[in-house]
């Protein structure tokens, strides 16, 4: 089966267990009108007082489609985000094994916010071992072919996932979060991550 899922920021756990389903063909959708408030350039990490949200600033220039979607670096976001995950993240077992290739996610130079999700997609899937690949859709269909997963992901509403819960950094004080950014996950799970995004789930 086909499915057609948006391309996130670092992606919150619940679009990994969906597009690592062993049943499916993910291809990833760059031509939809850029929808704002979404995962598309924000990313969801568990710190000291709980969520926090990482949000990449658009520039408004009047191009909508996603593909043509450029950041901007007025503020030195790059520097801001990693610094917001290290202090999150680095007491984990494990980011100080995964430091090196997630810091390549904030040291690749780009414009285009396709490209920059693309290539963190890129070392996350690296990190994960996995053998699944994707493909870039090539034009829009407002009734694709594909299952539809455009608009299944909310960052607005809490997570409708099942998910056990796993240790996580802050949970001894503020209890277990779930559905937060794939970089919770790996940091907290390491190589058992996989394990658990194919056991969550899906629609």
Not at 27 to 50: H, L, S
Not at 115 to 133: D, V, W
Not at 134 to 150: A, D, G, I, V
Request: proline content about 4%; glycine content about 2%; hydrophobic content about 35%.
């Amino acid at each position: 089966m086909k499915i057609l899922l948006p391309l996130f920021y670092l992606p919150p756990v619940s679009w990994f267990a969906v597009f690592l389903n062993d049943e499916t063909e993910a291809i990833i959708e760059q031509y939809e009108n850029f929808p704002k408030q979404t995962y598309r350039n924000r990313t969801v990490i568990y710190g000291a007082n709980g969520r926090l949200s990482l949000i990449i600033p658009i520039n408004h220039n009047g191009k909508r489609v996603m593909k043509e979607i450029e950041m901007s670096h007025r503020e030195n976001w790059l520097k801001i985000h990693w610094k917001s995950i290290k202090t999150a993240y680095q007491s984990s077992p494990y980011f100080e094994f995964y430091e090196d290739r997630l810091e390549g996610i904030f040291t690749f130079k780009t414009n285009s916010l396709t490209e920059f999700n693309l290539n963190a997609l890129k070392i996350i899937l690296e990190i994960l071992k996995t053998e699944k690949t994707f493909s870039l859709n090539t034009e829009f269909s407002k009734t694709p072919l594909e299952e539809n997963y455009r608009d299944f992901f909310s960052a607005k509403k809490p997570s409708e996932f099942n998910m056990e819960e796993y240790y996580q950094t802050f949970s001894d004080k503020m209890g277990f979060e779930k559905d937060l950014s794939i970089l919770d996950l790996i940091c907290n799970k390491g190589p058992e991550s996989s394990t658990y995004l194919r056991n969550i789930q899906t629609k």
